[in-house]
T-cell receptor
Framework: KQEVTQIPAALSVPEGENLVLNCSFT??????LQWFRQDPGKGLTSLLL?????REQTSGRLNASLDKSSGRSTLYIAASQPGDSATYLC??????????FGTGTRLQVFP | SQTIHQWPATLVQPVGSPLSLECTVE??????LYWYRQAAGRGLQLLFY??????ISSEVPQNLSASRPQDRQFILSSKKLLLSDSGFYLC?????????????FGDGTRLSIL
């Protein structure tokens, strides 16, 4: 059974810092891994999707990497801003075609 | 462009009352549709998914049911709500199977049971 873990559970940093959020999964047989952002009381916004054949994806200040064999992904946020404050979720899809989510990292960036 | 709508945004219901949450998708056809629940302090749990009209797969035994009466409409229902049904309900859609397409989420419905 696939399990997804995210560490740290919460993170508070000053504006301008570069951040790394971690995601690990127990079953390496995945099709893709997706990173989401969730603002308080809101739905999920898709940030990046990495196919199993890819090593990384970039969008603006965000860079996500995938090491499928070791069951790990990282989300790198460069030059963090207060607007980046949110909960970040990673999720994987395997052969069941269902997203399995981690419990998220709650990020606070203060000015 | 594609959009997904959920309503209502918030709902307060007494125990034992019925429930109907609606989700619609615009700008695409034959999407895969999903209902998730996010309980306080827990991750998202997939409740139902659908690959076509009238086709519903249930992931966990529960007090809820889902229906897909039209291609881009997905409804979450209950005949009698329980306290444990409280949570944040999210609808999502994706284009294809085999996990090669991202899922896109609506803004959610916060359901409180009294």
């Amino acid at each position: 059974k696939q399990e997804v873990t995210q560490i740290p559970a919460a993170l508070s940093v000053p504006e301008g810092e570069n951040l790394v959020l971690n995601c690990s999964f127990t079953d390496s047989a995945i099709y893709n891994l997706q990173w989401f952002r969730q603002d308080p009381g809101k739905g999920l916004t898709s940030l990046l999707l990495i196919q199993s054949s890819q090593r990384e994806q970039t969008s603006g200040r965000l860079n996500a990497s995938l090491d499928k064999s070791s069951g790990r992904s990282t989300l790198y946020i460069a030059a963090s801003q207060p607007g980046d404050s949110a909960t970040y979720l990673c999720a994987v899809i395997g052969n069941t075609d269902k997203l399995i989510f981690g419990t998220g990292t709650r990020l606070q960036v203060f000015p | 462009s594609q959009t997904i709508h959920q309503w209502p945004a918030t709902l307060v219901q007494p125990v034992g009352s019925p429930l109907s949450l609606e989700c619609t998708v615009e700008g695409t056809s034959n999407p895969n549709l999903y209902w998730y629940r996010q309980a306080a302090g827990r991750g998202l749990q997939l409740l139902f998914y659908s690959v076509g009209i009238g086709q519903i797969s249930s992931e966990v035994p529960q007090n809820l049911s889902a229906s897909r009466p039209q291609d881009r409409q997905f409804i979450l229902s209950s005949k009698k709500l329980l306290l444990s049904d409280s949570g944040f309900y999210l609808c999502a859609w994706s284009r294809g199977l085999q996990g090669n397409q991202p899922q896109h989420f609506g803004d959610g419905t916060r359901l409180s049971i009294l």
